[in-house]
């Protein structure tokens, strides 16, 4: 039976310690975390939390180099071989 008087992860709600002792004490029943942002914090839910971010984060860079942004091309932009886009045989 767990002791209820841990605190529980606002993620998961296993109880949660950061304290050694007390996870000698609940092995295999406690979970260590952290008190993060006013709540605890399981350090299962905040590896899980932590590698969400990193695929978001990861989706939103992919996502900025594939929406660019395309201003009006320079006539530096061009190279002066180029022809105008009238005369491609395309």
């Known amino acids: ?13 296993s109880p949660v310690t950061d304290s050694i002792e007390t996870e000698i004490e609940y092995h295999g029943r406690a979970k260590s975390g952290k008190y993060i942002e006013g709540s605890w ?8 939390r932590d590698e969400e971010n990193k695929v ?5 860079t992919q996502d900025d180099m594939h ?13 002066p071989n180029t022809p105008p886009a009238d005369e491609t045989d395309l």
């Open 56 to 60: 978001s984060a990861t989706l939103t």
């Open 67 to 79: 929406h660019e942004h395309i201003g009006t091309a320079d006539k530096s932009d061009v190279s």
């Open 41 to 48: 914090i399981c350090n299962d839910c905040m590896s899980e």
């Open 1 to 13: 039976m767990v002791d209820h008087s841990l605190p529980r992860c606002k993620l998961c709600n």
